[in-house]
């Protein structure tokens, strides 16, 4: 990969420039795992939506309307060229940032947080933007700073400063799940980006420090901890959620109960729809069900991180490893979660949790790296263009 020229091609303007077709494993694999997410949703959310006074498929016909506008999303955001997300990441960064501060003021609270906004009977978090476009952001100033990345002041400072203020504005939500995922996607850019090792080494110790102090204080958090430690110690409060979960993931055996038999969905397992939704999975499809499920996942993200080493540039590899490392950090510590391996941190399941804005943000994070991809066979058509213009200059100079 040749990253040494960071200008942004815009091939709108440039008829001579061939953009490829949009790179069909990473597209099927994507509609794949939807699709799975969607029939999950109907299996774990019916007992709910019934309790509910609602329809049995309430939440199933919502996420399907969510799924295929999403789709369409997808496909848009793919018909762009990257330079264009480059030139408005700033304006992205300053909405999310009004948003996130906005959500304080008139935000709806929830379980002791306020995260959300209604509007339209659909309901979204901002934080879902703040992570799309810190990557945005993010990756530019990389590219801004590219032999510089090894200093403080430019390859540590500027990102700080980002990712304090968005972190800032979502612990006092709180929202500490956000806030990690955050830091994880900072970390990421600028590891790929060339901040010294040294600098991740201070500010890991820094961050623990303050993980430490926001436990102590957030006494939401504190009591999350002590869940994760011993749930079976109080399973009718603090440990209830992932005893549930436990139960159903045992439950699931080898094989499951069956698509759509699930018995902790019966008003026994919180959230059975949503972030616990995967104990669901477990539960009626068993190990080899569930296995298959996050093998697609793996083809998912390592199909990301091949498409990122075939760029044609330095903003377009950090952008669309910076995507796919947000979806696999979402994986694991959703997963890791529901198996109580991690604390509870409320991160939904990509393209499995219900939620409509979360799925149009990741379908259109998935759009960006498509249209990163139609931009790879460009780079092969130009080699080759180059070449027979080589040769016909040496065979005109014979002559």
């Not at 090894?150 to 980002?162: D, E, H």
């Not at 790929?192 to 303050?210: H, K, N």
Request: aromatic fraction near 12%.
């Amino acid at each position: 990969m040749d990253y040494s020229d960071n200008r942004i091609a815009d091939y709108r303007g440039d008829s001579s420039i061939r953009r490829g077709a949009m790179d069909v494993p990473f597209l099927l694999l994507t509609l794949l795992l939807l699709t799975i997410g969607v029939v999950m949703v109907l299996s774990a959310s019916f007992a709910r939506a019934y309790y509910a006074g609602a329809s049995t498929t309430y939440y199933f016909t919502r996420q399907l309307f969510f799924a295929v506008s999403g789709v369409a999303i997808m496909i848009v955001a793919s018909r762009f060229p990257i330079g264009f997300y480059r030139r408005f990441s700033t304006i992205i960064l300053l909405f999310s940032l009004v948003l996130l501060a906005l959500v304080l003021i008139g935000g709806e609270n929830s379980g002791g947080a306020t995260r959300w906004f209604t509007i339209g009977g659909i309901t979204f978090q901002p934080s879902e933007i703040a992570k799309a476009a810190v990557i945005l952001f993010d990756a530019g100033l990389v590219c801004r700073y590219k032999n510089r990345m090894g200093s403080f002041r430019y390859g540590v400072l500027p990102f700080v400063i980002v990712a304090g203020l968005v972190v800032g504005l979502l612990i006092l939500e709180p929202h500490l799940s956000g806030s990690i995922i955050i830091l994880l996607v900072t970390a990421t850019i600028m590891f790929l980006g060339g901040t010294r090792l040294f600098w991740f080494i201070l500010g890991g110790g820094g961050v623990l420090l303050g993980g430490v102090v926001v436990i102590n204080i957030l006494a939401y958090s504190s009591e999350r901890i002590s869940a994760w430690r011993d749930p079976f110690a109080d399973t009718g409060d603090t440990g209830y959620q992932i005893v549930q979960s436990l139960y159903a993931i045992g439950s699931g055996g080898l094989t499951g109960l069956g698509l759509g038999n699930s018995r902790q969905k019966y008003l026994y397992l919180p959230e059975e729809h949503n972030d616990f939704i995967f104990s669901v999975v477990c539960e009626e499809l068993g190990f080899i069900g569930a296995s298959l499920i996050l093998l697609l996942f793996a083809l998912l993200i390592i199909r990301g991180f091949y498409l990122a080493m075939h760029c044609r540039d330095r903003y377009s590899f950090l952008v669309c490893a910076g995507f796919t490392a947000l979806l696999a950090f979402q994986v694991i510590l959703n997963v890791g979660v529901v198996t109580n391996l991690l604390p509870c941190t409320g991160i939904s399941l990509p393209f499995f949790s219900y939620g409509g804005t979360a799925l149009w943000l990741q379908l259109a994070e998935m759009g960006i790296i498509l249209s990163i991809s139609r931009d790879i066979p460009e780079k092969k058509f130009v080699r080759e263009r180059g070449k027979k213009t080589e040769s016909a200059v040496r065979e005109g100079a014979q002559t």
